[in-house]
Every structure is written in C-alpha cells, then in structure tokens.
C-alpha cells in the first residue's frame, strides 16, 4: 500500500466536498449555527413559556359558591388567581377551557367547618389544556393557605401557638459541584450532537465517494489505475472521517462558546443555571482533559462511522440510492443510543462499554459529570478501534467485489 | 522475430462467466504495436467485458492473457500500468476543472509533477482542449467531456490503449478530433484496440479485426481475408456473414 496515494485520494476527496455546496452545509454550516440556534433559541423560548405561565391568572369558578362565602372571598384575594362566574355545567365549562378550574362546594360547607370535620372540594381540572397545567399547585398553594387561616383561627380560640404544627422541617444542600451539574445536564444532550454528527458530518463524502463515483460514471476510470483497493478505500475513508470530524469539532466548539458566553440555557431544571455566576452569565467550563476524551472518543466514533457509512453507499449504483439505504441505517444506529442516553437510573456496568457507540454515550456523560473510570475509557477506545478496523476491512472487501463495484 | 517484438496483447481462449452465463466464452486474437485493431460486434456482443477482463477490472474465468508480457492473472498492477482504456461512458469529475482531473489520475499512475505537466499540455494540443482545460468540467459538452476522458486514458503515455466505442452520440467533429487521435497514436507506434459496432469506421481505420458475436469470436484476421473468405465487398457485409454463420453454427 502506498501512503502517497492514499494521500491523493484524500486531498481529492476533500477538494470535492470542499466544492459540493451540500457536503459543506451539512459538514460546517449547520453544526456551526444549529447549535447556538437550538441552544440560545430553545433556551429563550422555554425561559419566555415558563415566565409566561408564572405570570398567568388563573381562572376559577365555583359551583354552590353562596355555601362557602369566606372561601370565596380568600380565593379573591389571592395573587394571579380570579374568581369568574361561569353558566351552565361546572365541569363542561371547564372542559371547554371557558375557567381554568371549577370547585365544587358541598352542601353544609359552614356547619361541617364549624363542626371541626374535614371537608373535600372537587375540583375540577382539564390536564391537556397546556395553559392550565399551573392551576393544580397554584389552588393547592392557596388552599393551603385558607386552611393555616382556618387553623390560626382555631387555635387562637383555644390560645395555643401555631409553631407547635411544625415538627421537622427540611433544608436542602445540594453536594454537587458546578460542573457535576452542569454535566448531569449537559451529557443529556452533548453526547447525542456528537454521534449525529459523527454520522451526518461524513455522510454526503461517503455517499459522493462511492455511489457518486457511479453515477457519474467515474468509478471505472479510477479501478483502471494500479492503485490498490485498499488505497482507495483508505483515501476515501479518510475523506469521509475528515469531514465527520470537523463537524463534530464545530459542533463541540459552537456549543461550548454559545453556552459559555450566551447565558442561555435549555436545561431549565436548574442544572447549569445553578451554577451561574452574578453577572447572569452561567459558570460553565469544561477541563481540557474532558475536551480531550470528547474529542479523542469522538474521533473513534467518526472512524467507525465513517466506514460504515462508506461501506453502505457503494452498494448503491446512485447518491439517491445511497440516501435511501443510509437513513434507516441511520435510525438503527441512533434509536439505543437514544434510549441509553434517556434510560433514568441507569447503573453502568463494564459490559455495557463494550457496546460500539453506546459506550461513547455512556463514556461522554461520565466525563461530562467528572465520574469516570480508566476501565471505562480502555474498553470503550478498544472496542472502538476493532469495530472501526473490522469496518475499512469489510469496505474493502466491498470494493473488490466485481457485482458490488460495476453495479449499474 | 520482428512479429514477436511487435505482439502486445496476446488473448487465448478468454472466458468470462457470471454465475452460468457465460459472456465471453474462449475469444481469442492478437494485436500489435503500430495498429489499430478492431473489436467488432453488435450491442451485447461481450466486447466492453471481454476490455475489462483485459484490463483486470473483471477477473477472468478461464484463459490466458498477456499483456507487454504480463499476465493479467498474476501481474495486474504491471497490466494496469502499460494500458489505457477508454471507457464507454465517459464520466468525469465534475467540479474539478480537465487540468484537475488529469492531474489527479496522474498522480494515481505516480507519475512526477514536471511529467504530468508536460504531458497535459502535450494531450491538451493533441485534441484541442487547450480553450476549455482550465473550466470546470460540469460545464463541458459531450464532445469536450469524451476529449478530456480520452486524454485521461493516456495520460500515463500506455503503448496499449482501448477505446471502447469512442464515437458513439459525438458530432462529426468530434468524432474525427477521435479517429485522428487515434491514428496519431497508431503512427507513434501504440497498440489502439478499437471496439466499435460502426462497421464502415472499422473498415477505414483497422487492417486487423476480431468479431465477436454471443460473447464468441466468429472471424479473426484482416479485412481483407474477411471480405475474401465471405466473398463480400464490404466489412460490414462480411461481419453480416459471419454472425449468420456463427448463429447457424
């Protein structure tokens, strides 16, 4: 094998998808931009949703409101809750989203408070209207509230102190650092980039090397030449895994600069929020060793791809072909990364880095949270590394196939 | 002696068998520097594989073939560096410019830089590519694209070049820009084995001819042995013959 060559096919390679407006969309431009899109975008919009809800005034309407007067009344005071009077069935209107919740007062609601016996109200809810989710813990909340009003009344009649209700109560201390949190949240969505673009970054090299090289009636002319096979899926592997890479490295860098410098953040459970700093701008870093094992890992995870990706589009006599066969490729690679990345609980295991790709995933959100194990990195660089070998040599052999290379 | 020096492809009983059909089936015939050998047939005949078995691009199935010498079993990267083939369908790499596409395929034969530089120039004259050579070739016509992909077929400098229907959907200009190509290489001494179903482009060019019918050489030798021995006047009345004899048989 000549390196030379190998060289030559690369630099080809390259200078074609450099050319090809669409390898370069989808190799720099949208990785470069979808990433600050999805993370100062989304971000912005969940902060303006939620904002929106915490401002909104619910609406309330009763049914028997002349039994419970006093309740009425207290409801009416409360902040961001309104009392409406609405005609017609309580739990139709409510249904119909004309009042966000309706309370049903029994009868004899005066004489059973008096009577000092507990009391249930119905109320009346509609759980697929988005706009009402916030009702239940709002009228909890202010329900609460009448009931301590009802109860400091009581116990003043008797003069005892309301502190004694109060047994224990519950500070909470989080022990997670910064960046634990800021990886917890972080490995949720990081991992799953870089394996997307892993695999879309080299797609469209992949597709253009081989199933290109057929339908523009090239691939002839260059088996023609004394260069070796292997040569030539070599320089086209690389291609391809140049081009994965570079995604993945924008990818990386975009989304750790709009994160750094944004203040934005799509974790909204408070994970890297939490760790923000005074000036509103979140305390979010990155070690250059977990830089480095993304990078590293995530190199392995290109070659891999890269050469499955390369060994599925010379099947096909045509880019269109080629497409056709890569997308439920594509599922099938992404759907257990997709449920190992969101399986809540999961315990790791050493077998489980053995797995191609999701030992990626799992080995990302270990380093992203700072837990990992060097038992963990050597399965998961060494597994790779095999997978990644046994691919070229599977493509190779794919590119010595006679039926597979002249298809047409 | 001098026949022997003169012999460059020497193909005896080539057979090409996909699964139990049998495309190519014990063809056998010679050509030498200096001339241009017709590969006659039909559509279909075998000619295009019986080029790519040649040229080991297909693997052969049974037979002996040599090429310079070179046995196309055994010595394939020695074969693939002393031909050149002209393909049938003449794709090139459309965002690159003719200049790029010849330097890349002369990089992949390692020729150095100073001889490909030279060479372009040499093949760019020849044909008339010298306006056109530095504009991206997506933007070519079927003339300019079949001139650039001719230009990449030697552009290692083969004495064995194949032309596997050169003419076929070119203008007339084109396609005398091709014959002439040709007949320069004949007259530099090159082996040009030409594969054509155009009989009368044939009968101008070639004195030696093999037909192939059915993946089968049905007449091998001059023109003029051909005519003779089918008692007509004109190649493609002797091929007509032929391939009815060859049926009949």
């Known amino acids: ?408 | 002696m001098e026949e022997k020096k003169r012999l460059i492809l020497d193909v005896q009983n080539l057979t090409k068998r996909f699964n139990n059909f049998t495309a190519v089936d014990h063809v056998t015939f010679q050509a030498h520097r200096g001339e241009i050998f017709g590969l006659l047939g039909p559509n279909g005949a075998g000619k295009t594989t019986t080029i790519r078995v040649i040229s080991t691009v297909l693997s052969v199935t049974d037979g002996m073939t040599m090429v310079d010498g070179f046995d196309i079993r055994k010595e394939q990267e020695e074969v693939k560096k002393r031909l050149g083939v002209l393909t049938t369908d003449v794709g090139v790499y459309e965002r690159f410019s003719g200049r790029e596409n010849l330097q890349y395929f002369a990089a992949l034969y390692s020729m150095p830089k100073e001889k490909t530089k030279a060479r372009i120039a040499e093949l760019s004259g020849l044909l008339d590519m010298d306006e056109f050579i530095d504009r991206r070739s997506g933007l070519y016509s079927t003339g300019m694209k079949q001139k650039l992909a001719i230009a990449r077929s030697v552009i290692h400098d083969p004495d064995l070049v194949f032309f596997d229907e050169p003419t076929a959907g070119l203008d007339v200009l084109a396609a005398r820009t091709v014959v002439q190509f040709m007949q320069r290489m004949k007259e530099l001494g090159k082996c040009v084995v030409f594969s054509t179903h155009i009989l009368h482009e044939a009968e101008k060019l070639c004195a030696h001819v093999a037909i192939i019918h059915r993946g089968i050489v049905v007449g091998n030798g001059t023109v003029e042995t051909l005519k003779n021995d089918t008692k007509t006047s004109n190649l493609e009345d002797a091929f007509l013959a032929l391939v009815q004899k060859g049926a009949h048989a």
């Not at chain 1, 030992?359 to 990644?388: D, M, P, R």
Request: with cysteine.
């Open chain 1, 1 to 408: 094998m000549n390196f030379r060559t190998v060289i030559t096919v690369w630099f080809k390679e390259m200078r074609d998808t450099v050319r090809d407006r669409r390898t370069l969309m989808s190799m720099v431009v949208l990785p470069l931009f979808l990433m600050p899109a999805l993370i100062v975008g989304l971000g912005k919009f969940s902060e303006y949703q939620v904002n929106k809800l915490e401002t909104r005034t619910v609406t309330v309407a009763f049914e028997n409101a002349v039994a419970a007067p006093d309740l009425v009344s207290f409801l009416k005071t409360q902040d961001k809750i309104s009392v409406i009077e609405v005609s017609g069935a309580l739990a139709d209107a409510v249904k119909a989203d004309r009042v966000d919740a309706g309370i049903v007062v029994p009868d004899g609601y005066e004489q059973t408070l008096a009577d000092r016996t507990p009391i249930t109200l119905t109320l009346f809810t509609h759980s697929t209207n988005q706009n009402a989710s916030v009702v239940p813990s709002r009228l909890d909340a202010a329900i609460s509230a009448y009931n301590q009003t009802v109860l400091t009344q009581r116990f003043a009649v008797k003069k005892i102190d309301t502190s004694i209700l109060v047994g224990v109560s519950l500070k909470t201390s989080d022990v997670a650092t910064d960046q634990e949190k800021s990886g917890f949240g972080l490995g949720f969505i990081l991992p799953l980039f870089i394996v997307m673009w892993a695999i879309t970054g080299g797609q469209y090299t992949a597709i253009d090397a081989s199933a290109g090289e057929k339908e523009r009636k090239t691939i002839e002319s260059l088996l023609l030449t004394p260069v070796k096979r292997i040569t030539i899926v070599l320089g086209k592997f690389f291609a391809v895994a140049s081009t994965a890479m570079i995604s993945v490295v924008v990818s990386i860098s975009s989304m750790y600069f709009t994160m750094k410098y944004s203040g934005s953040n799509i974790f909204t459970s408070g994970t890297i929020a939490s760790g923000s700093s005074n000036s509103g701008v979140m305390a979010f870093s990155m070690s250059i060793g977990t830089i480095a094992v993304l990078i590293g890992v995530g190199l392995l995870l290109v070659l891999l791809f890269s050469a499955i990706m390369l060994s599925i589009s010379i099947f096909a006599k045509s880019f269109k072909e080629a497409q056709s066969y890569i997308s439920p490729a594509y599922l099938v690679i992404i759907l257990p990364i997709v449920i190992f990345n969101t399986l809540p609980g999961l315990k790791t295991t050493l077998w489980m880095f053995a797995l191609p790709a999701i030992n990626a995933i799992l080995l990302f959100k270990e380093v992203l949270v700072g837990t990992f194990s060097t038992s963990h990195i050597l399965v998961t660089v060494a597994t790779l590394i095999v997978c990644s070998a046994v691919a070229i040599v599977v493509t190779t052999k794919m590119y010595e196939r006679e039926n597979v290379v002249l298809k047409s």
